[in-house]
């Protein structure tokens, strides 16, 4: 829901930068790749340090050239294969980067192992949540079910870390991180059920052609 409404709202808003850069000769590859290194500059860089709020502001600014670089892409006609792959490759990073500097601060100086921990399992089960949708398109079935999708994962997180940094209790944080951790694993059980259900459908059609 939030990536049907969202993006088409924020795509509405941002074409005028996407034809911008486009006429200034930038490629879409470059917006994705300098998108990335913000949000893991916002994300390593200051949420190691403390920095919760300004962090998610650099995070969150980084975080639109996900949606400038794909409009720049149909825009000039250069939607491609890799440059689906780039992206998707990369907001790999970008998880990686905002979940590792959370538990980087809360193993640390935040001094809350609770809420470190929950931010390491959201960090590896939304990996797992990623290649079980991927791994199942490999072998061409689906897996784009769920109940918790990259988008609503990121922007939960981010909104929750923004309050927590100026003041709102941890435990705020705290308390979304386990429902993501919760709602990740149900995802996972989602998506592993229905490439069953596809691959047993394919078996036994397999095996009645015989």
Do not use: H
Request: hydrophobic content about 55%; charged content about 15%.
């Amino acid at each position: 829901m939030l990536n049907r409404f969202a993006r088409a709202l924020f795509t509405r808003i941002f074409t005028p930068v996407a034809r911008l850069l486009l006429g200034w000769g930038v490629s879409p590859d470059v917006v994705t790749l300098v998108g990335t290194v913000g949000v893991c500059a916002g994300a390593l860089i200051l949420f190691p340090q403390g920095e919760l709020f300004w962090g998610v502001m650099v995070v969150t600014a980084f975080v639109f050239s996900d949606l400038i670089d794909g409009t720049m892409a149909r825009l000039s006609g250069r939607s491609s294969s890799w440059g689906a792959y780039l992206d998707s490759t990369l907001d790999r990073f970008g998880d990686a980067a905002v979940f590792g500097g959370l538990v980087i601060w809360f193993y640390n100086g935040g001094d809350d192992e609770l809420t470190g921990t929950l931010a390491l399992a959201c960090l590896v089960l939304g990996f797992l949540v990623s290649y079980a949708r991927a791994r199942a398109e490999g072998l061409g079935m689906q897996a784009n079910v769920g109940i918790a999708e990259r988008s609503e994962r990121l922007v939960a997180t981010l909104i929750a870390t923004g309050f927590v940094g100026i003041g709102v209790p941890v435990l705020v944080l705290t308390a979304v991180l386990g429902v993501l951790a919760v709602a990740s694993v149900i995802t996972i059980v989602q998506r592993v059920l229905m490439v069953r259900r596809q691959a047993l459908a394919r078996d036994a059609a397999a095996a009645a052609q015989l």
